[in-house]
């Protein structure tokens, strides 16, 4: 069965960290281009960070502001999501997606794209 497991969400306080994990079954994801996004209650569904298959090439959404690390670790069939200096803002539930066509990270984080997609995992910050 092919799919993404994101773990690593829970509740923390305004300036605190989280490490997400999207971790693929079925399949490598070295042959992908992973990506993680985040939807809020009343809210659509937007890019946060994306990285390319060998992780040289990252996009970032403006509004993580340098407080977010995307990382892939392939041997390991993982990618991270590091996010320090975490605001109320930043609640949501955060999915991660693989693409495997020949798309940017970039481009798989303004359209939003991927073949596959994890159950998502809940991030809550707030005192």
């Known amino acids: 069965q092919l799919q993404l497991v994101e773990s690593g969400g829970g509740l923390v306080q305004p300036g605190g960290s989280l490490r997400l994990s999207c971790t693929a079954s079925?399949?490598?994801?070295?042959?992908?281009?992973i990506g993680w996004f985040r939807q809020a209650p009343g809210k659509e569904r937007e890019g946060v960070s994306c990285?390319?298959?060998?992780?040289?090439?990252?996009h970032y959404a403006d509004f993580v502001e340098g407080r977010f690390t995307i990382s892939r670790d392939n041997a390991k069939n993982t990618v991270y999501l590091q996010m320090d200096s975490l605001k109320p803002e930043d609640t949501a539930i955060y999915y991660c997606?693989?693409?495997?066509?020949?798309?940017?990270?970039?481009?798989?984080?303004?359209?939003?794209?991927?073949?596959?997609w994890g159950q998502g995992t809940q991030v809550t910050v707030s005192s």
């Open positions: 997606a693989a693409d495997g066509a020949l798309v940017t990270a970039q481009a798989m984080c303004v359209q939003k794209s991927g073949d596959y």
């Open positions: 079925g399949f490598t994801l070295e042959d992908y281009v």
């Open positions: 990285i390319s298959k060998r992780g040289y090439a990252i």
